[in-house]
């Protein structure tokens, strides 16, 4: 998704909302708060395939040995009862943390959305192309940082990685850690990868704020009508991208992945049934996509492969080198403002 805007720019694709006007496509069986985002000024660009939701993921077993019946809502909730999930080796180890967490730019971008501000002007880039940043204005880079420095001054938590959550997945389902955040896309993997050494939980992906009121975006990714000129080709894709879409299709790829069935009607196969019944835990990832509204639908930005690495650089500083949050938020504000404005310069 974060591609979309760059995608768009290079005018190398086809909207599909010309196969959609052309063939009459009834969109409304498709996810609206997925659809929504890849939608600009009324027009559909690409079709939502491969969406996700970030999720936490935790030992269900382990909290119910520690006495813990609520599930937090909060980044602060998670860190309260981090003390009691922490276990120890015979000399004094850390056998197994509390929490884990992953430096992944993404994660930022969900947060701020889960904040309700905006990630750049212009509308989140909806409105037009985006020239600045917004959370540096708007305080969400502040609160970030300062929350990812209180994560690192924990003794119950541990950073494991950057730019994504691979290790993070491989060190929960070997019962290294009590709690992870990570992609809607891994809980049939982790699932499996578990097995029955211990009860998977899920729950919405923690507020940074007790008071904040938004939600989660669509991550993953979708599929792009190439404008070869050729109309058989291009015939041909649309009607690869329907199948692609198709209810049972999208039943097995949620069930045999966790990325959503992005076609509501995915829901009355027999697939999606019995396997949210097996596995309650995939209605998790569906109740915050629904819970969200389309509000947060995420920003648009030209460079974000870019600015979601300065993100995740200037976090390692502030969650390793001590980096003061406030010099922290200058310090990628600046980074990401000179990306968008020699963007800006070369394309528009």
Known sequence: EIGSRFIIDSQKMLPIQE?????GFDTSVIEPNLLAYYTIDGVINSMPFNCSTPL??????????????????????????????????????IDRAGFLFSNYGWFFEQWTGKMGREYVNSGNGRESYATKVMFDDNGAALDLFT???????????????????????AAFVAGKTAIFLASTANLAGVLGNVGDAFEVGTAYFPYVNAQDKGGVSTGGGTLWLVNS??????????EFITYMISPENQATWNASTGYFPINMLAHETQTFKENIAKYPQFQTALDQLHDSSPEYVGSLLSVFPEVRQYVEDVTEEVVLKGLAPEEAVEKLSNLANDAIEMYNLTNY
């Not at 196969?19 to 063939?23: Q, R, V």
């Not at 994560?151 to 997945?169: D, F, L, N, W």
């Not at 000129?229 to 649309?238: I, L, T, V």
């Open 56 to 93: 936490m993921y935790y030992n269900k077993t382990a909290f119910d040995e520690a006495g813990i019946t609520e599930i937090p809502t909060t980044v602060d909730g998670v860190l309260e009862i981090a003390e009691k999930l922490t276990t120890y080796d015979a000399e004094g180890k």
């Open 147 to 169: 929350m990812w420095k209180k994560i690192a001054e924990s003794p119950y938590t541990y950073y494991i990685e950057r730019g994504g959550t691979a290790q993070g997945r």
């Open 19 to 23: 196969y959609i006007d052309k063939t």
């Open 229 to 238: 000129g050729d109309e058989k080709k291009m015939d041909a894709a649309w």
